[in-house]
């Protein structure tokens, strides 16, 4: 009922009216060999998890709650990559259908005014030197009222009605994400990370800003320069010194 239009991407869907979280249930059809490919979606999510376990707010019907397998022949240490592939594929797609134009906020954020509308979370299967699967975690929110919002994320999130100043159809703009990220991926399979990286940098917003990274090890302040080939964000601290982060929460 989606209409798509891939060769691959989405073929199998599974549907649910409620979960825990689609990470949880993409994970185990993941590792009983579900093809790349595979979809899960949700109209609502109880337990919907965000990086380090925090709480990713999915109530029913307003938004998309959804994970995608895929089976990439790379090492793990690539993966990070196929986080900013996907966020490259949604802001187009977003731009695409509601003609709104996101600003991704390294590394998992799409924003909108400023204000996070969509969250991606990337785990993995792997050995050490071997993806099997990569889960990605797609969370947009499309028609909630600021009111639907709990009152502590109230001033940094938004969705695309709020957004737009109307109601979004959720098909229509799973197929065009779909779409986009299938061409990505095939580019990324085919040609490296390279040419995502170039359109990445198109959509991002800290890049030559002063930010305040926190990371699991510590707090740093300094200037984003860009991001590797590997997909880490480059920081050049008041020292001058630079640091290559694999994962922070930054701030303006
Ligand atoms: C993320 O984590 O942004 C990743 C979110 C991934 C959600 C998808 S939905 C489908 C799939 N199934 C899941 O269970 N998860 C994935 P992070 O960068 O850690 O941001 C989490 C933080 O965002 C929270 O601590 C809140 O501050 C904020 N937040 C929670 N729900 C939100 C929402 N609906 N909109 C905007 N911000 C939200």
């Not at 940098?201 to 080939?229: F, H, N, Q």
């Amino acid at each position: 009922q989606l209409g798509l239009k891939t060769k691959k991407l989405g073929h199998t869907i599974h549907f649910f009216d409620e979960v825990d979280s689609t990470q949880r249930i993409a994970a185990r059809l993941a590792y009983e060999g579900a093809p790349e490919g595979t979809l899960v979606v949700a109209e609502e999510q109880k337990a919907g998890r965000g990086r380090l376990d925090r709480k990713w707010f999915s109530p029913k019907g307003t938004g998309i709650w959804m994970s995608l397998i895929l089976r990439p022949a790379i090492p793990p240490q690539r993966a990070p990559q196929l986080t900013l592939l996907a966020a490259v594929a949604i802001s187009q797609a977003i731009q695409e259908v509601t003609g709104l134009v996101p600003d991704i906020k390294w590394p998992n954020d799409i924003l909108l005014d400023g204000k996070k509308c969509v969250g991606i979370l990337t785990e993995l299967q792997a050995d050490p030197d071997r993806v099997h699967s990569v889960i990605i975690g797609i969370g947009i929110n499309v028609n909630q009222t600021i009111e639907q919002f709990p009152e502590d994320i109230r001033a940094i999130a938004t969705s695309l009605a709020i957004e737009k100043g109307e109601r979004v159809k959720r098909a229509p703009l799973i197929q065009e994400i779909l779409l986009r990220l299938e061409r990505l991926y095939e580019q990324y399979l085919a040609h490296g990370f390279r040419p995502i990286k170039l359109l990445w940098e198109g959509y991002a917003v800290s890049i030559g800003k002063p930010v305040t990274a926190r990371t699991l090890s510590g707090v740093i302040r300094g200037i984003a320069r860009g991001i590797t080939d590997d997909g880490l964000l480059i920081l050049e601290d008041e020292q001058h010194n630079i640091h290559y982060i694999h994962s922070a929460d930054i701030q303006f």
